[in-house]
């Protein structure tokens, strides 16, 4: 049997009612609804599709398939939908699903049909096995078509039960080893926690860590449940090729075209048969034509002859080597060449030997570059896709903050954080909503992040996730979603807030980071920035390397210490770093002082001068 004798019916004729009498089939899965993802499993296994409904009919239609409501009336179950297909379907056999079942089989239609030829049967149903027990899924059948009358009387007799027809009709069984594959979502609670399109909850990704506490996190387990809690943003865009810099490729770019797209010539010089090279004597050529770079010849060098040819020329017919015009004499429209001058096959470019056509020029992640504008121009690309660019609200919390312009007053500081953290945002290239500075005030404090909220990806804050006694914003991020509160085993940056908040029907991610100037910048490039990359659909871990240790460090293992460096080229000219002057978690001067930062991983203990350090350059740190 073919898929060609087979039409695939969707079951969502039901009401629902165990759901909360919501219609099953039109409710949100995996980023659609539950309908389509059946009906995306089933089109490939069958010659068409319908789907059998009673309620909602226009917004099945919208699948652009046929609905087709049951002829038994009242709402009489899926044997009734059975019966609409039968009576309709075009093809000897018709396979039903439920609406219910997005991850039913691929070769659902495949085995049935074997199953049901095998046994020469009407219907073949599927089974599984669970703990020993055989399970049927009657709704999961393949039935032959001319058995509609059988099935009506049955109906019309008052007969409900799908299997209650069986006795008049010859029944196959066939097992199915996926007992998952047949898995129906019966809640609406079920089917959120089985969307794989839902975001998780903290509590799921804290879950898989062996251990965890909240008031002791080492930093690679704050990175992982980060890692694992933030999720691409799912927007794109077309922008033209110059704009595309520093943007995040949205799609892989293969290349339309070999590049080069000829064999061409590496040099000015002579192209040349590697054969006419001599090894024992000068070897002699006569000159037949010139050729210059985009100027095709159609010369065709013959034994004994050569054609002048310029970088980048397109390689004449027959040649494969170039002689460099300052390693040869013309003399009279001939050129003499010593012995072992080039070696056959020196001097020329294959055609695609920078990319072949239909190879990737680009992968999906990449952040472009100079080079890949460069690239993407060689191939004739004009519009690159790229994601759109991440909006980042952030505000700075404080009551003792003033803002430039301001009078210092008593007690006052400038508020620097926000413009730490914009130099930082801006450089990963994120839209920016700068929001100013909000008082240490519940309301100001939650009207200020409800509106980053409505208007952003994600959200940086700093200040008022310690203990202090004016820290409402732990409160009021509490309030408004899944948000955790660390204190971290590092220096600086020990506490943090993180999590997702919802405002107006919208989310955003939220990195409530502490107030400390130093701290502030540390927690933005260890944890942030590798999340803000992820929410823009790029890869770009921290580049560590490795340098000397100019002076002795104190530091005790069980905590990651991140201090102010500054590496250069030491006597023996490897590189060395030196510790900047005092590390207080206030004191930016030596932040600003500093072209590194020295990572002082949570085992290690104090560091002796000389000994090899990790370090995280300041600049290419987009
Ligand atoms: N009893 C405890 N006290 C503190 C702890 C602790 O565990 N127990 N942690 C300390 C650490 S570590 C840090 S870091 C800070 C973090 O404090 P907050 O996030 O609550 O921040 P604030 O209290 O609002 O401010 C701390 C500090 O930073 C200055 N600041 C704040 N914002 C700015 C800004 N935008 N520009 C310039 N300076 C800013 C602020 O004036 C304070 O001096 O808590 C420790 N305390
Ligand atoms: O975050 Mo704090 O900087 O360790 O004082
Ligand atoms: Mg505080």
Redesign the pocket.
């Known amino acids: 049997m073919n898929t060609a004798s087979i039409s695939g019916l969707v079951l969502a004729g039901g009401r629902g009612t165990r759901m909360g009498s919501v219609d099953k089939g039109l409710q949100p899965f995996g980023g659609a609804t539950m309908a389509a993802h059946v009906l995306e499993r089933l089109r490939p296994q069958v010659a068409s599709v319908a789907i059998n409904a009673n309620q909602n009919l226009d917004a099945y239609g919208a699948f652009g398939v046929p609905v087709w409501p049951d002829d038994t009336p009242g709402f009489a179950g899926p044997l009734a939908g059975l019966e609409a297909g039968l009576r309709r379907c075009g093809t000897p056999y018709l396979l039903t699903v439920p609406c219910d079942s997005p991850f039913l089989p691929l070769d659902l239609a495949a085995r049935l049909s074997a199953g049901l030829m095998a046994a020469d049967a009407d219907l073949a149903l599927a089974v599984t096995e669970e703990h020993g027990l055989r399970q049927p899924h009657p709704v999961f059948c393949l039935v032959k078509a001319d058995k509609a009358d059988v099935l009506s009387a049955y109906l019309a007799a008052g007969g409900r039960r799908m299997d209650g027809w069986y006795p008049q009709i010859k029944v196959a069984e066939v097992l199915f080893e996926d007992a998952a594959a047949f898995r129906n979502i019966n809640t609406l609670d079920e089917l959120r926690g089985l969307d794989p399109a839902r975001p998780p909850r903290l509590a799921d990704v804290v879950s898989c860590l062996s251990a965890y506490d909240p008031d002791a996190l080492p930093v690679r387990d704050a990175q992982k449940i980060i890692r694992d809690f933030v999720a691409p943003v799912r927007a794109t865009e077309q922008v033209a090729l110059r704009s595309a810099l520093g943007r995040v490729l949205a799609a892989d770019i293969v290349s339309p075209i070999n590049v080069p797209a000829h064999d061409n010539s590496a040099m000015d010089g002579y192209a040349l048969r590697g054969s006419d090279l001599s090894l024992d004597f000068d070897t002699r050529l006569r000159v037949i034509d010139t050729v210059y770079a985009g100027h095709a010849s159609s010369a065709v060098p013959a034994q004994g002859e050569c054609v002048r040819i310029m970088t980048g020329g397109v390689m004449p017919a027959g040649c494969d080597s170039v002689a460099p015009q300052e390693f040869v004499r013309e003399e009279d429209g001939v050129i003499v060449m010593a012995p072992g001058t080039i070696r056959p096959g020196d001097n020329r470019r294959f055609a695609g030997e920078d990319l072949k056509a239909g190879s990737a020029a680009l992968c999906k992640g990449k952040i472009i570059r100079p080079a890949d504008l460069g690239l993407l121009a060689s191939l004739g690309v004009a519009e690159v896709p790229v994601q759109r660019r991440l909006r980042v609200a952030f505000f ?3 009551d ?2 003033r803002s430039i312009g301001q009078p210092l007053d008593e007690g006052c ?6 413009y730490t953290i914009y130099g930082m945002l801006q450089r990963l290239g994120c839209d920016i909503v700068d929001m100013g ?1 909000v008082r240490d005030d519940p309301a100001a404090l939650e009207a200020a992040l409800r509106e980053a909220c409505e208007n952003a990806d994600a959200i940086i804050t ?7 006694a004016a ?1 409402y ?1 732990r409160q009021i991020m509490a309030r408004l979603g899944d948000v955790t509160f660390w ?1 971290i085993g590092m ?5 943090l807030a993180f999590g997702r908040i919802a405002s107006g029907g919208k989310s955003a991610f939220l990195f409530g ?5 130093v ?2 910048m540390v927690s933005f490039y260890f944890f942030a920035r590798e999340a803000l990359l992820r929410m823009m659909g790029a890869e770009a871990p921290l580049p560590l390397l490795r340098a000397r240790s100019v002076g002795a460090i104190r530091k005790k293992p069980g905590r990651t210490e991140y201090q102010r460096g500054l590496l250069s080229r030491g006597a023996d000219g490897l590189p060395e770093v030196k510790i900047t002057g005092s590390q207080g ?2 004191i930016l001067r030596s932040m600003s002082e500093a072209n590194c930062m020295v990572v002082l991983h949570d085992e290690q203990g104090g560091v002796q001068a000389g000994e090899m350090v990790d370090v995280l350059m300041f600049e290419g740190l987009i």
């Open positions: 700075s919390t404080g003792e903050l500081v400038y508020d620097s954080n926000r500075v700093s200040g008022g996730v310690s203990v202090g820290d914003t204190k220096r600086p940056g020990r506490p980071l502490p107030g400390n100037p701290a502030v978690s206030g």
